[in-house]
């Protein structure tokens, strides 16, 4: 197979950037997009090798994409226009205007990728948009597979339920779509079996390697669970504690984690802005008789403290070498964290598509 060169768009902090580099070290990321200078800058600051560009996808011309010279292509389009919680304007939303301009150039291209991954929150499934990106990818004659997976899934103990489309020219001889939640999180290898494996495997080695892979293996029940204790940073100062007017006022609709806790909930870009739904904070102190009674708790009781960006980052399982430029602040760390994603699921989901495309069908 051809080395992979990849396109990222909608690029971020380069969380697919990471994922790539951690199941296939050999692959190149020829270019990255995005238009929003700060995390365009973050991702320099990682990646000083790759050409990122600071513009609106909207603006790309078929030309531009051709001469990049990529096969593979990794998204994750603005999912404000699909989130539960948003208004949910889907192709009507502005937001989504550069996706549609990806999609209609994408059956202009001189020479399509061979593989496309993309990434979006639960609730784009059910949009518009996926249906345009379905009839797309249709017409250009990929052959497509979706799921629904979160960190949990993999043992990682943090929750972050998202959207992926995995599509290639090339046919899945195990990789099967599912139509429904529970389904979507059923992959056809275990995580364990597949780093068994490489990807100059022929199909029968694969096989031997992985003798449960025809059986639909749920991850969740091979994976091994971790604690958040394996997550956390040494020393870390004491203005991370929540204050006490924070913990006064929303004790009692805030997530809090003990350090044994094999789960936390989703970390989102307003985390510490807001004290409801926008992450887990974890608990230092807590009284013996501590419940998951959100009403029962007394303030006082508890010892508090958020989880540092290098935490968040550690959950998100962003490798040691990611770092942000001393420049930006807290608060923007947060902000393009939770703008971005899981690495080690995206990495798993990358693999999972390029190992079913080495096979060679019987
Ligand atoms: N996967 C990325 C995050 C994606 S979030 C990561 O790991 O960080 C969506 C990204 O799309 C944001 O960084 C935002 O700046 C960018 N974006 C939004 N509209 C865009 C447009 N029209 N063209 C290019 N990038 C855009």
Known sequence: ???????????????????????????????????????????????????????????ISVKELDNFGFNMVLMSPPCQPFTRIGLQKDINDKRTKSFMHFLSILPKLQKGPEYLLLENVKGFEKSMAHEELCK?????????????????????????????????KSKFHHLVSRNDEELWTTLPL???????????????????????????????????????????????????KVPDKVKSRYINVMDIVPQESKISTCFTKSYTQYAEGTGSALILKAPPNHSENKSARNANDYDLRYFTPREVANLMCFPDSFTFPDFVTRKQRYRMLGNSLNVKVVSYLISLLLLDGDMKSS
């Open 136 to 168: 797309t990818l249709d017409v250009c004659g990929y052959h497509k597979t979706e799921f629904l997976l979160s960190p949990k899934h993999l043992g990682i103990p943090n929750s972050r339920l998202r959207y992926f489309m995995l599509a290639k």
């Open 1 to 59: 197979m051809d080395d992979i060169r990849a396109l990222e768009l909608y690029s971020g902090i380069g969380g697919m950037h990471f994922a790539l580099r951690d199941c296939c070290p050999a692959a190149k990321v020829v270019a990255a997009v995005d238009i929003n200078d700060h995390v365009t800058q973050v991702y320099a600051h990682n990646f000083p090798n790759v050409k990122v560009k600071n513009k609106g996808i909207e603006g």
């Open 190 to 240: 275990s995580l364990t079996d597949k780093q068994n494996c490489n990807r100059e495997d022929t199909e029968e080695a694969i096989k031997a390697k992985c003798p449960k892979m025809d059986d639909q293996v749920r991850v969740q029940e091979t994976c091994i669970s971790h604690p958040i204790s394996e997550f956390l940073e040494k020393d870390v100062p004491e203005d991370y």
